[in-house]
């Protein structure tokens, strides 16, 4: 497995297909990726196997703490490491990560968890639905 940093606007294409595969109707736009690769404070990685793109990782950079925007893994490639590949590149620097997880997503919140990150609150109706998010943190300390 190759991880691979996300650079330009083929990239972007790449991302969008796998992003509408994985999260359908709440994919970001092709704009929204476009926009968030280019943006000073954004990393984005694509994890690759014999030069498929089988997940990718959003991280913001606040500059005190990172937060993953988004991570997604194709479903036939979920269970196989893809996931904790892609949490533990980002593990690798100096920083605690923040997450939301929708409140219903058990398996996500059960892969956070076994990645050591721990439950830290609860943002009310953060979903366009009003479903809960899970705020998770991993901390370096």
């Known amino acids: 497995m190759i991880l691979e940093k996300i650079v330009n606007k083929d990239d972007a ?6 992003e509408k595969k994985i999260f359908k109707n709440e994919a970001y736009s092709l704009k929204q990726i476009e ?10 990685y694509f994890i690759k196997e014999k030069d498929i793109i089988s997940g990718y990782i ?39 990560i923040f997450l939301e997880v929708r409140e219903t997503n058990i ?12 439950k830290v609150g609860i943002r009310k109706n953060y979903y366009n639905n009003k479903e809960n998010a ?5 901390s370096k300390k």
């Open 35 to 44: 926009e968030i690769i280019f943006m000073e404070n954004y990393t984005s």
């Open 107 to 118: 398996s996500a919140v059960s892969f956070y968890l076994a990645n050591d990150f721990k």
């Open 13 to 18: 294409n790449k991302l969008f297909y796998i």
């Open 58 to 96: 959003i991280i913001f950079d606040n500059s005190e703490a990172f937060e993953i925007m988004k991570i997604g893994v194709l479903e036939e490639n979920r269970k196989t490491g893809i996931g904790k590949k892609l949490i533990n590149k980002i593990k690798e620097k100096e920083k605690n």
């Open 134 to 138: 899970i705020l998770m943190l991993f």
